[in-house]
Nanobody
Framework: VQLQASGGGLVQPGGSLRLSCTAS??????????MGWYRQAPGKQRELVAS???????NYVDSVKGRFTISRDLAKNTAYLEMHSLKPEDTGVYYCNLDEMYYCSGDGCHEDTVRFVRDRWGQGTLVTVSS
């Protein structure tokens, strides 16, 4: 199981970035429940920034409401985080997460090849907001 995050970089205050996170397995993904983006600023604890369920229900930390938008492409097993009006305090390493996933391992999908995993993390992508 892999979560590949991308899209971070250096941006000036007021700028925008789009992060992507794609889940992949050796086999076929059946379903993912909730995907989320967390961030960890230097010297601070990791916090949940935004999350989105398989039905599209989303949640945001108060500090990003109105500026960030989380979305998903279920067919691509990918979650996106559109970030606008970025502030220096948005700086940090952004990690994607999935809480629960069913998938079939290997070729084909049979009762004995269905797998269930919880709480998987991507490798993190650095977002730096600075002039």
């Amino acid at each position: 199981v892999q979560l590949q995050a991308s899209g971070g970089g250096l941006v000036q205050p007021g700028g925008s970035l789009r992060l992507s996170c794609t889940a992949s397995v050796s086999g076929t993904i059946i379903s993912i429940n909730v995907m989320g983006w967390y961030r960890q600023a230097p010297g601070k604890q990791r916090e949940l920034v935004a999350s989105i369920s398989s039905t599209g229900a989303s949640n945001y930390v108060d500090s990003v409401k109105g500026r960030f938008t989380i979305s998903r492409d279920l067919a691509k097993n990918t979650a996106y985080l559109e970030m606008h009006s970025l502030k220096p305090e948005d700086t940090g390493v952004y990690y994607c997460n999935l809480d629960e996933m069913y998938y079939c391992s290997g070729d084909g999908c049979h009762e004995d090849t269905v797998r269930f995993v919880r709480d998987r993390w991507g490798q993190g992508t650095l977002v730096t907001v600075s002039s």
